[in-house]
């Protein structure tokens, strides 16, 4: 028992911080909001127990929750392709014969340094005005743009561009990956007059299949907490007509405008639900589809 | 000795042979060059494009009002620098107060997380002890959660502890490791160094501590260097925590200042918007310009945001 002691205390010491945070900030918070998502609070009287009340309405009649779902999934299903496609193809325009890559690739990852930044989405919400930027540049080649932040139909989009924008992190894991392909693979292929697309297809996309996978994961999952500039954007409410109702903006708005929590609890549930869902099925699929390279089939 | 006719020939032939595979070279180098110029000039047009949104950011902070928007130039008819010292006392209150408050959170979290993340890295990457993997698990498990769903109960329990409005809900979680991608950015880099340190410490007497403090920290400067600048970053951008916890104008955040500008929009202080919008940016830019190295070692070896 004290051998026991003496060769886990000096760890448990190192560890006592997280640990504490782990219970207190991660753990405890969890559990006390599945709680919370089977009551009504308000924070000034007590929480009253509902049973499933919260995610009944929530699931069959709460209109504004099938809304967020519906932006959030299309965000994403636009988002994380646009930037990785353009991630991926930056990467390998960058990884090839080029000596000096130093400068363009602290260009390409600025963006996403600052993207997250309020001033960036204050600027966003300047150049998609209705006299902004985008319209002024394609006005030059004749064409009338839309009001892009206040028209309903065209609002996400602008956040879609603001994503692609920031396309730095996922293009510096791809280049990372692309230097571990073997130079000699292309060689031979070149040798055996492989065109350039097979090439692609044959050698580089599966060898990258793990980084593609792990970028996909992170991306997925960064793009459904979106949060700042969606709140900025749509001046916090989800405007214009609920189109650009982030989930997480619904949820904000729940909580700490209209303080129901129990409520925005259980969104908060069905949210972590959601992300849990996303990388379970990767991670389980990914034997299909994602061969590491020590493996041998 | 004679040199035979075919001898002749065969070097003729070898001469012919060398001298096709020297153009067929140069013809490929030429190829090759021409591509790499193509390339160059797709990349310089794409980073203009990048680019073009912050470079307009910084010229509208210049630009008299009422050529801000109608024009694409970047280049103001007159500089307007009082766009600059207006916009800075614009609010209620000078953005000197949100810039010190900024800073104190900021400095604070840093500090935190290197403090916290440091020591849990080092017990999960050198030490032995039983529930390790447990543990290194359930800390894997924590990146995953979205700070939504543990942000309710955090504010009630802060509320109950009088902290609203003060600046410990923001900077307490970072002494708790609660930003776990750092630690586990440190356990990358902790399992790297040689073992054989810790071993020939420990027979010279050294405590846990000791190596930590003596021979692990000063071996991961670079480790410790990406986590600081990426902390500073993320929390000098931070809006929602702050957004929740900080109602008071006078202990506001940058972010939450700027905030402020977009309801007086309408108000023609366009100029003076973007103006502390760059200014917001500048310690960002700075800080990536001086650490671009360790940025991008940090991201292409743990994958982070």
């Known amino acids: 028992m004290r051998r026991f002691f003496a060769r886990n205390a000096p760890a448990y010491v190192f560890l006592l911080p997280w640990l504490i945070g782990f219970f207190l900030l991660a753990l405890g918070p969890i559990l006390a909001s599945l709680y919370l998502s089977f009551t009504r609070y308000d924070m000034v009287s007590a929480p009253r127990w509902i049973g499933w009340g919260n995610y009944e309405y929530m699931f069959t009649r709460d209109r504004r929750f099938w809304k967020a779902l519906e932006v959030t999934f299309s965000y994403v299903a636009l988002a994380v392709p646009a930037r990785l496609i353009m991630a991926l193809g930056v990467a390998m325009l960058l990884d090839k014969g080029l000596r000096t890559i130093g400068v363009y690739r602290a260009i390409f990852y600025l963006p996403s340094l600052l993207g997250a930044s309020i001033a960036i989405a204050i600027l966003w919400r300047q150049l998609f005005a209705a006299d902004g930027v985008v319209n002024q540049v394609l006005a030059m080649v004749g064409i009338q743009g839309a009001s892009w932040i206040t028209d309903p139909d065209t ?8 994503a692609m924008w920031q396309f730095g992190s996922p293009m510096l894991i791809f280049l990372a990956g692309l230097r571990g392909i073997p130079r000699d693979l292309y060689e031979a292929a070149e040798i055996d007059g492989t065109p350039r697309w097979r090439q692609f297809t044959r050698i580089t996309l599966p060898l990258l299949a793990p980084v593609i996978f792990f970028n996909l994961v992170l991306q997925t999952i960064e793009s459904f907490k979106t949060f700042s500039s969606a709140f900025i954007i749509s001046n916090g409410t989800g405007a214009p007509a609920d189109s650009l109702l982030f989930y997480t903006v619904y949820l904000f708005n729940e909580a700490f405008k209209f303080f129901r929590m129990g409520y925005a609890s259980a969104l908060a549930w069905f949210l972590l639900v959601i992300i849990a869902a996303f990388t379970a099925i990767a991670f389980f699929t990914s034997k299909y589809w994602v061969h590491y390279e020590n493996e041998r089939d | 000795m004679k040199t035979s006719a075919t001898d002749l020939e065969l070097a003729i032939q070898m001469d012919e042979a060398a001298r096709v595979a020297h153009e067929l070279r140069l013809k490929r180098d030429r190829r ?22 912050l470079f307009w950011l910084l010229a509208s902070s210049l630009k008299p009002e009422n050529e801000i928007f109608g024009s694409l130039t970047l280049w103001p008819s007159e500089f307007h620098f009082e766009n600059y010292t207006k916009g800075w006392y614009a609010l209620p209150i000078s953005f000197t107060v949100f810039y010190v408050n900024s800073a104190i959170v900021t400095i604070l979290s840093v500090i935190g997380n290197l403090i916290s993340c440091s020591f849990a890295a080092y017990a999960f990457a050198r030490l032995n002890f039983t529930g390790r993997s447990f543990f290194f698990a359930l800390m894997m498990m924590t990146l995953m959660i979205p700070y939504h769903v543990v942000l309710i109960p955090q504010y009630v329990q802060f509320l109950n502890l009088g902290w609203v409005d003060t600046y410990l809900p923001l900077v307490v979680p970072r002494f708790l490791a609660s930003d776990g991608f750092f630690i586990f950015l440190m356990v990358q880099f902790f399992r790297q160094l040689p073992r054989e340190l810790d071993e020939a410490a420990m027979i010279d007497g050294c405590s846990p501590f ?17 986590a600081a600048i990426f902390s500073l970053i993320w929390v000098w951008e931070d809006f929602l925590a702050p957004l929740i916890y900080l109602n008071d104008i006078k202990s506001y955040t940058v972010p939450l200042a700027l905030r402020l500008f977009l309801d007086q929009e309408g108000q023609s202080a366009y100029g003076q918007m973007f103006a502390m919008s760059v200014l917001s940016l500048v310690p960002v830019v700075i800080f990536f310009g001086l650490f671009q190295k360790l940025i991008v070692r940090g991201i292409a070896t743990s994958g982070m945001k």
Do not use: Q
């Open chain 2, 32 to 53: 090759e060059r021409n591509g790499r110029i193509l390339k160059h000039i797709f990349l310089i047009v794409v980073s203009c494009v990048m680019l073009y949104p």
């Open chain 1, 155 to 162: 609002s996400l989009y602008t956040l879609v561009v603001l």
């Open chain 2, 210 to 226: 000791k190596i930590y403090w003596a021979i692990i920290l000063p071996l991961s400067l670079p480790a410790m260097g990406t």
